[in-house]
């Protein structure tokens, strides 16, 4: 089997978690690619299914080892990245590596595996549309509402560099058109 990756990446609240659910539910041959961080592990989180949780001195250590794909400092003094020992997993596995993560990190690894990768930009339909779901998530802050607006302002300039941008005004409707871009990349149906 050829080692192809699917990379999807959205600004927060654009809808890419659940349709990379969808798709990893509907599509045996995907993978959830199991990222690295620094962070904290959040209450229901475990260690090697959610994240590969390290400390800051291990992620270094790993960087040194040039054990990643690509890895960045997300926010202040955390890392995220995403491990070659993890696509080799999947690879093993033989079945295809869906990394969810953000627009950095998603052209990093496109960088390095051109061909190979196909990069999907899931983009809010505006704005305004982005942070009434931020909103009615309940779960932020008006300050972190403003600040992954903010956040979501600049990842957006970046949409024109991915290989295929999705607009997610409809749920149903952009996964489908997700869902075909994905089977039309692995020549499967």
Not at 4 to 25: C, E, F, M, Q, Y
Not at 94 to 106: E, L, Q, S, W
Not at 116 to 142: H, M, N
Request: aromatic share 10%; no cysteine; glycine share 4%.
């Amino acid at each position: 089997m050829e080692k192809k990756i699917i990379i999807i990446t959205a600004p927060s609240g654009a809808g890419k978690t659940t349709i990379v659910k969808k798709l990893l539910a509907n599509m045996p041959v995907l993978a959830f690619s199991i990222s690295a961080a620094t962070r904290t592990a959040r209450a229901g989180e475990v260690n090697g299914k959610d994240y590969y949780f390290m400390t800051t001195e291990e992620f270094h250590a790993k960087i040194d080892e040039n054990a990643f794909a690509e890895y960045e400092m997300v926010y202040a003094g955390k890392y995220y990245g995403t491990l070659k020992s993890e696509l080799e997993r999947i690879w093993a596995d033989t079945r295809i590596p869906m990394v969810d993560i953000d627009v950095k990190g998603a052209l990093s690894i496109k960088e390095h595996y051109h061909d190979k990768a196909l990069t999907i930009f899931i983009q809010p339909p505006s704005i305004d549309a982005l942070r009434a779901r931020l909103s009615d998530r309940g779960t932020e802050t008006q300050a972190s509402i403003d600040e992954r607006l903010a956040k979501a302002q600049y990842e957006l300039s970046f949409a024109h560099e991915f290989d295929k941008i999705v607009v997610n005004d409809e749920l149903e409707r952009a996964y489908e058109e997700v869902k075909t871009l994905v089977q039309d990349f692995l020549n499967i149906k």
